[in-house]
C-alpha cells in the first residue's frame, strides 16, 4: 500500500488532554474509487458503508483541528501519517507543527531481547502481551490499542524520557514542502496499472 496510490477509507483518534480529558474522533471516508474485495476482508468496510461519507477534505481538516499542537502517537506511524500528510498536501490544508512518536518502537526500544518481551511487535501481539482484546482492522479499536499499548509500556519506566526519544519518528511541519508527495508524472501509467490490478 502506498499514499501516493491507496486511499484513506476511515479515520480514527482518541484524544487526551493535560487536564485528563478524553474525546474522541471516528468518520468513514468515501474514497472515490471502489474498495477492492480482497482488503474489505480485514477491515470490513464496503463500497455501500462509505457511498455516503464525505470525502477525505472536510474530515481531514477536522481532524488537525481536533488534534491541535498536541503530539500524536501511532503504531507504525509512518505508514499512517503517509497518509494524512499526502492527503493534507493534496488538498492545501496545513498540518499543525506537532510531535509524531510510534507505539511500536517504543515497546522495542523497551523489550527487544528481553526473554519476558513479546514474540514481536505487531500491534495484535503486544495487544496480547498487555492482556487486553483486539479487533485488528478496525480503526478505533487499533487506536485504542495504541494507546493502551503506549500506556503499558511506559508504566514503571524509570526513563521515560529515553523511550520517548526512542519512538520519536518526526515532526509534521517537517513535511511541509510539497515536492516530497508529488506523484511522478512519468509513473501515472504506473499508478494506473497498480490500481487496476488492486481491483
Not at 77 to 86: A, P, Q, R
Not at 144 to 160: P, R, S
Amino acid at each position: 500500500l502506498s499514499p501516493l496510490v491507496d486511499k484513506i477509507i476511515e479515520i480514527a483518534a482518541v484524544k487526551l488532554t493535560p487536564d485528563g480529558e478524553v474525546d474522541y474522533f471516528h468518520q468513514l471516508i468515501n474514497p472515490l474509487i471502489d474498495i477492492p474485495d480482497f482488503t474489505i476482508q480485514f477491515h470490513g468496510i464496503t463500497n455501500e458503508m462509505v457511498n455516503h461519507s464525505p470525502t477525505i477534505r472536510k474530515p481531514l481538516k477536522t481532524l488537525w483541528d481536533f488534534v491541535g499542537r498536541l503530539p500524536m502517537v501511532a503504531h507504525n506511524s509512518t505508514f499512517d501519517l503517509g497518509y494524512l500528510v499526502k492527503a493534507s498536501h493534496d488538498f492545501q490544508i496545513e498540518f499543525p507543527p506537532l510531535d509524531i512518536f510510534d507505539s511500536c518502537r517504543m515497546s522495542r526500544a523497551r523489550y527487544k531481547g528481553k526473554p519476558e518481551g513479546p514474540a514481536n511487535f505487531k500491534l495484535s501481539t503486544l495487544a496480547e502481551y498487555a492482556q487486553f482484546p483486539l479487533q485488528h482492522h478496525v480503526a478505533m479499536e487499533d487506536t485504542m490499542a495504541c494507546l493502551k499499548i503506549t500506556a503499558f509500556t511506559l508504566k514503571d519506566v524509570e526513563k521515560v524520557d529515553h523511550l520517548l526519544e526512542k519512538g520519536f519518528v518526526f515532526r509534521l511541519s517537517s513535511f511541509a514542502n510539497t515536492n516530497a508527495f508529488q506523484f511522478p508524472k512519468r509513473f501515472e501509467d504506473l499508478k494506473i496499472l497498480i490500481r487496476n490490478i488492486s481491483k
